[in-house]
């Protein structure tokens, strides 16, 4: 199984984006998203499964993050609204059983 993640970009402060990862095949129960800002290690941020009714999100980005499935085309969306400065990372997505990632996309968030 292949991911790709993209859709990263420069925004300013309260902007938005929308990234995609598309994955070749189904290994697990669904897509998540993490993220590794500068000088820190990984972190969860938002999972979802193939049927797209169950999500989780990490509390910092709740409200304001989005993550969506279209099971068809095996993609998985995180919208991400009102950024913040401190959601410049890299993102990175990866079946929920962690065994295959994506390549990571570069969000940077300037104030």
């Known amino acids: 199984v292949q991911l790709q993640a993209f859709g990263g970009g420069l925004v300013q402060a309260g902007g938005s984006l929308r990234l995609s990862c598309a994955s070749s095949?189904?290994?697990?129960?669904?897509l998540s998203w993490f993220r590794q800002a500068p000088g820190k290690e990984r972190e969860f941020v938002a999972t979802i499964n193939w049927n797209g009714d169950i999500t989780y999100y990490i509390d910092s980005v709740k409200g304001r993050f989005t993550i969506s499935i279209d099971s068809a085309k095996n993609t998985a969306y995180l919208q991400m609204n009102s950024l913040k400065p401190e959601d410049t990372a890299v993102y990175y997505c990866a079946d929920k059983g962690q065994r295959f990632w994506g390549q990571g996309t570069l969000v940077t968030v300037s104030s």
């Open positions: 095949g189904r290994t697990s129960a669904g």
